[in-house]
């Protein structure tokens, strides 16, 4: 069983700056991602990295601003976000995939097994 929490949330003003850290309990073997899901709207994609490092997929809301990073020993990851849009406003999750066999982390929700309970992330205009 793997558990996650994240941290790092909080109220930046637009072009600002902020960086969510992820914990992992447990073997997180497969791909790991965030998503983000905003009052009224479904969860969406941010950003995921696979297990060996070598792939990372964006959202092209986020792309150029954004970078995700994963620490294998740590068993953590992290996401930096930089100048932030009210647009970002939402409450990000922390997700782990168990297949050790997908080397291309996905953009879908209902690949992930594991989820962290979220972070809110509130930018100011």
């Known amino acids: 069983q793997v558990q996650l929490v994240e941290s790092g949330g909080g109220l930046v003003q637009a072009g600002g700056s902020l960086r969510l850290s992820c914990a992992a309990s447990?073997?997180?073997?497969?791909?790991m991602g965030w998503f983000r899901q905003a009052p009224g709207k479904e969860r969406e994609f941010v950003a995921a990295?696979?297990?060996?490092?070598?792939?990372?997929n964006y959202a092209d809301a986020v792309k150029g601003r954004f970078t995700i990073s994963r620490d294998i020993r740590a068993n953590t990851m992290a996401l930096q976000m930089n100048t932030l849009e009210p647009e970002d406003t939402a409450v990000y999750f922390c997700?782990?995939?168990?297949?050790?066999?997908?080397?291309?982390?996905?953009?879908?929700?209902?690949?992930?097994?594991?989820w962290g309970q979220g972070t809110q992330v509130t930018v100011s205009s």
């Open positions: 997700a782990a995939d168990s297949n050790s066999r997908r080397i291309t982390p996905s953009p879908v929700p209902a690949l992930y097994d594991y």
């Open positions: 447990g073997r997180t073997l497969g791909p």
């Open positions: 990295v696979s297990w060996n490092l070598r792939i990372t």
